[in-house]
């Protein structure tokens, strides 16, 4: 829906209407438009031609849905504002299509000098603006997770002209507005940075307590050689989430922020049946497009066998959850365990309950019952509590801990947000294999350990492949259980050899290096001809916007060219024939170019994964110093490096959309949750994004 003052075509007519109850008297007359409106809220309002009805103002949207009550009256002053908050209150998705036409007028208003003379000027003899105390404020209701009725509370009040006694009161629906307004603000302002960028995205579902289910998605993109992530908001689902809908419902968040497939690299989700059916969908909306499974998820089908007793485990998890539910359920045990622990350890800790549905979780349970194994016996002794574990149940379990810590490591490793962690994943796994299999080979392991071991190989090469030599490049072309793709993606091991951290190859076989090393080099061809294309036609017509989305839609076109090509073949032969022997000149250059590049990159020594000073080392921030020596490397190394290995990004949005419908809020407008989960993650992320701009100057 557009804004549109002045009405449709034909909107001038008269229309007849009947009488109408309202304030106590009958309306009914002609309806016409309002020619002289300049608000844009006349979009949805007709007034009365005839003058006895000149106080009332009937609103469209409500005579269309045939309500009791669609005339308003607004008085002799004719004030908007008394319209405004009829949409307000009773056409939520119209009062968002106003608010940000109105964002967008004072936008335009604001950045061109010449209008400001056309302005009137602000009443400041009458009332004293506060913006900075507002923008304060709501941004402490917004990242505090506070309710709007806290600026109605008279203790807050009483704190607020306390310390200053001209502080404006601020009614509940003021802040309303003012979040819609900062809403619309940052929501342009994201639009603004992702034009024309290359950029990866998150995507994961989710229900509140209201049994309302939303959909998320992030955004993230090298600007600069700096990360950043930025979240589009939530949509709420209608009805079923089918892998069409989950596409749907991520087509309108990028619609928000005005983007599109032609510029997104990768999509990464959770790999459950719909996400993965979604998806095969969202690769068909581009051929340049790529789609991972989320990593994290993928480790967690290979631990969650650990989460289970086997008949060789003696019932060691079931027993050990029942211990952890003991304490859980008494708060003298607990009292207890802390003071042991407080006197044994110096720190006092108390037991860990495990989830089948979050990461890591059984890790953290065994390994908090192995610190507090000593502590747990003699409380046991003491009589305190009637459980423990057998001698051979403690055994299993400090097993079981030591084969789950590599997969802790990696799944919390590669669900980070501020660093590269794509290229990470092959070692990763190279380094969880090796250990599995180290141990599977043990002389020493017992026969629990081998039953689970056995089994966490099995899922583990069902997931990933088996990482012989000569397979690791092709795995990704098979699937596996419910339609997931085996192995490595394909994006995943460019990515590696592309970060200088670990384009040494460790976890990609010699022969498979050689295949990845050669999508890289075709790649860097195609963004030599695109870079090339650019060049030409931004030299031609001046115009240097969109640079990103322009060499998206080159590769979209690339395709064609071939059969354009034959199309043409038997127009001119000769000079067809001159025209192919100098593309073939061309294109032989920018392999030479493209060879030559990858030589001297592969030739540069590797980056220590610490520094000399033991700090983490970034590789993005070795590209910003050799962008120059490798640019068709460096261009690969923007988009590649950006993609995140985990959907943790999307997760960690419902978790703060969890904090923001919490129990006590749980009938929140789906469209108000959207503006708080929006504005908790985004301005955070906007004034990270503007300080690194600023430092660059």
Not at 40 to 53: L, P
Not at 478 to 506: C, W
Request: charged share 25%.
């Amino acid at each position: 829906m557009e804004l549109n003052i002045g009405g449709d075509e034909g909107a001038g007519s008269d229309e007849e209407v009947p009488p109408t109850s309202i304030s106590g008297f009958k309306v009914g007359g002609t309806l016409i438009n309002n020619f002289r409106a300049k608000n844009d809220v006349w979009q949805f309002f007709k007034v009365y031609k005839e003058k006895n009805f000149s106080k009332v103002a009937c609103c469209m949207l409500c005579k269309d849905a045939d309500a009791s009550q669609p005339d308003i009256t607004y008085g002799t002053s004719h004030s908007t504002g008394v319209l405004e908050r009829h949409i307000y209150r009773h056409h939520e998705e119209e009062n968002s299509l106003l608010i940000a036409a109105k964002r967008q007028k004072l936008l335009s208003s604001n950045s061109s000098p010449a209008s400001s003379s056309s302005v009137q000027s602000a009443m400041t003899s009458y009332a004293t603006p506060c913006p900075l105390y507002e923008s304060m404020l709501l941004n402490w209701i917004v990242m505090t997770y506070q309710p709007f009725s806290t600026v109605e509370n008279n203790s807050f009040r009483e704190m607020v002209t306390s310390l200053n006694k001209k502080a404006p009161v601020i009614s509940r629906e003021k802040i309303q507005k003012l979040i819609s307004n900062k809403y619309h603000d940052t929501r342009l302002s994201l639009s603004s940075i992702l034009k024309g960028k290359h950029y990866s995205m998150t995507c994961d579902g989710w229900t509140s307590r209201a049994e309302v289910g939303y959909t998320t998605g992030t955004v993230h993109l090298i600007h600069n050689w700096k990360l950043h992530h930025f979240v589009l908001g939530l949509h709420q689902k209608n009805g079923a989430s089918t892998a069409q809908d989950v596409v749907s419902y991520t087509e309108e968040l990028m619609d928000k922020v005005s983007i599109d497939f032609i510029s997104r690299i990768c999509i990464t989700t959770d790999t459950e049946a719909t996400m993965v059916s979604a998806g095969k969908l969202f690769l068909e909306k581009s051929n340049t497009m790529n789609w991972g499974g989320c990593l994290d998820h993928l480790l967690e089908l290979v631990t969650k066998i650990a989460f289970n007793d086997l008949a060789e485990t003696e019932a060691t998890m079931a027993d050990a959850r029942s211990l952890v539910g003991l304490f859980s359920r008494s708060t003298q045990a607990t009292r207890k365990l802390r003071e042991e622990s407080k006197q044994r350890l110096g720190v006092e800790y108390t037991v860990i309950q495990d989830v089948c549905t979050r990461w890591w979780s059984t890790y953290a349970m065994g390994n908090r019952l192995l610190t507090l194994k000593d502590c747990i016996l003699i409380l046991n002794l003491r009589g305190d509590i009637e459980k423990n574990l057998t001698d051979g149940q403690w055994k299993v379990l400090q097993d079981i801990v030591a084969l789950l810590k590599p997969f802790m490591i990696a799944q919390r490793l590669l669900e980070g947000q501020y660093y590269v962690t794509i290229s990470l994943v092959p070692y990763v796994l190279h380094k969880i294999r090796t250990g599995l299999n180290e141990a599977f080979d043990s002389p020493a392991i017992s026969e629990a350990l081998k039953a689970v071991l056995t089994k966490m190989l099995l899922k583990f090469v069902e997931a990933f492949g088996s990482g012989s030599d000569g397979a690791v490049a092709s795995d990704h072309l098979t699937r596996g259980p419910r339609q997931r793709p085996r192995g490595i993606p394909k994006h995943t091991l460019i990515a590696s050899l592309l970060d200088p951290r670990t384009k040494g190859g460790v976890g990609i076989p010699a022969t498979d290096q050689l295949n990845v090393w050669e999508w890289i080099e075709s790649e860097m061809v195609i963004v030599t001809q695109e870079v090339h294309v650019l060049e030409a036609a931004i030299e031609g017509t001046g115009v240097a916007e969109n640079h990103d989305a322009q060499l998206g839609q080159g590769r979209q076109m690339r395709a064609h060219e071939q059969d354009l090509d034959d199309f043409f073949s038997d127009i001119a032969p000769v000079l067809h024939g001159a025209r192919n022997c100098h593309v073939a000149d061309a294109e032989r250059q920018r392999n030479e170019e493209a060879a030559m590049e990858l030589r001297l990159y592969k030739s540069e020594p590797l980056l220590s994964m610490k520094d000399s000073k033991g700090e983490w080392s970034d590789p993005l921030q070795w590209w910003a110093g050799n962008q120059h020596k490798f640019p068709s490397l460096a261009r690969l190394a923007s988009m590649y490096l950006a993609i995140p290995a985990s959907s943790a990004p999307s997760e960690r949005v419902f978790t703060s959309a969890g904090l923001t419908i919490a129990k006590d809020r749980a009938r929140l407008l789906p469209s108000r949750a959207d503006e708080l989960v929006f504005l908790h993650d985004s301005l955070p992320a906007l004034k990270r994004y503007n300080d690194g701009m600023r430092r660059m100057g």
